[in-house]
């Protein structure tokens, strides 16, 4: 893999692209609970990312708001894949190119294979703006859900957008 996109690269990208964006440094969150000290006043709904592997050795990329609770004995059958484990750290890197505790949406700029599979959850994407890492954990990007869209469309990356968080679970 070449030298992954680093946020330097992300930020140029997103403004060659001209997705609007917002940009606050941190110190470094590896969790949501650390997040949340350094979150407020940002506006937007913050973000979660789940790097997973299936049963079938497919790879997905679940990106939800920070605090929702994700059942992921029950979401293979919304998202269309096998059962779903955590995909570890080197796996993690090797594919989207970020450590964890970074793992973000923007990292698929790294995955110029079109190994993960990204899903979005539909309530976060009905919200005005999202958060996320840029590609390192010691900042937080805000942009509107259909810049990301526009990001992920460019990055060649299908996705979908589905009722991540079951019904009777709130976000």
């Known amino acids: 893999m070449p ?3 680093d946020r330097d690269d ?3 990208l997103l403004d060659d692209l001209r997705i609007a964006h917002e940009t606050t440094a941190h110190p470094p969150t590896f969790t949501v609970a650390e997040g ?12 979660k990312n ?10 997905w990329l679940v990106v939800a708001p920070a605090n929702a609770q ?13 059962r779903l484990s955590f995909g570890n750290e080197n796996l993690l890197f090797d594919v989207l190119g970020v450590r964890a505790g970074s793992v973000t949406p923007f990292a698929v700029v790294n995955d110029t294979e079109n190994k993960v599979s990204v899903v979005l959850d539909r309530s976060m994407m009905e919200t005005d703006f ?6 390192t954990n010691t900042a937080t990007t805000t942009l509107t859900p259909e810049g990301l869209k526009t990001f992920l469309r ?3 990356h299908d996705f979908q957008i589905v009722d991540v968080i079951e019904k009777n679970e709130t976000p």
């Open 3 to 5: 030298r992954p996109f």
């Open 10 to 12: 992300l930020l140029r």
């Open 36 to 47: 949340n000290k350094h979150w407020h006043g940002l506006k937007g709904v913050h973000c």
């Open 50 to 59: 789940l790097f997973l592997k299936d049963a079938k050795g497919k790879l």
């Open 70 to 82: 994700i059942n992921l004995k029950t979401l293979p059958q919304r998202i269309g894949s096998k």
């Open 130 to 135: 999202v958060n996320y890492h840029p590609l």
């Open 154 to 156: 460019y990055c060649k």
